[in-house]
C-alpha cells in the first residue's frame, strides 16, 4: 500500500493502474517494486523467502506487475462479474482440470470449489502443501498429471 496515498486506496487496482503506466519510468518503477514483492511474497507458502530473485528485478517487475494490473483493470476482460460461472453450461461436457494450492492466498480455494461443483467434468486436485505458485513442487505434479492426462484423451 505504500506507493498509494491514503486518498486514492479506495480503488488500489486504478491507482496502481494510473502509476503503473506513468510516463515517468522512476513512477512505474515503484510501484511495481511494491506489487510485485507483494506478490512475490504471497504465492508460495513459504512465504518471503521463496520470492523468486527475479520478482526484484526493475525490468521484470515492471512487466509483470503492468500486465497484471492491466488484466485487473479490464475485469478479467470478461462481460460481468462471474461469467465463467455464468456460462459453465457451455463447458459442462468439455474435460478439465483445476490444481488449486491449499494455501492459496492469491486465488482462495472457495473460487476453485465453486467452479469444480458447477463443472462435474473437470477433475479437482487440491495441493496440500502448496499455495499459488506454480514453481511449488506439488503443483508442478499436479499440472503435469492434468497436462499428461489432457494428452492421453
Known amino acids: 500500500m505504500q506507493p498509494i496515498p491514503l486518498a486514492e486506496r479506495g480503488d488500489m487496482i486504478g491507482a496502481y493502474h494510473r502509476r503503473l503506466t506513468h510516463a515517468d519510468r522512476s513512477v512505474r518503477a515503484q510501484a511495481a517494486a511494491a506489487w510485485s514483492q507483494w506478490e512475490g511474497d504471497t504465492i508460495s507458502i513459504r512465504g518471503p523467502e521463496a520470492r523468486p ?3 526484484n528485478e526493475a525490468d521484470f517487475a515492471i512487466a509483470f506487475a503492468r500486465i497484471e494490473c492491466h488484466y ?12 465463467i460461472l455464468n456460462n459453465v453450461g457451455r463447458m459442462a461436457e468439455i474435460p478439465g482440470w483445476i490444481v488449486q494450492g491449499r494455501f492459496d492466498v492469491v486465488t482462495p480455494m472457495e473460487a476453485a470449489w465453486t467452479l469444480q461443483k458447477a463443472w462435474p467434468a473437470a477433475q479437482f ?5 502448496a499455495g499459488h505458485a506454480s514453481t511449488e513442487p506439488g503443483i508442478i505434479d499436479g499440472l503435469v498429471r492434468a497436462t499428461d492426462q489432457a494428452a492421453a484423451l
Open 53 to 55: 530473485a527475479k520478482f
Open 72 to 83: 485487473f483493470q479490464n475485469r478479467g476482460f470478461f462481460d460481468e462479474d462471474g461469467w
Open 125 to 129: 486436485d487440491v495441493v496440500w502443501d
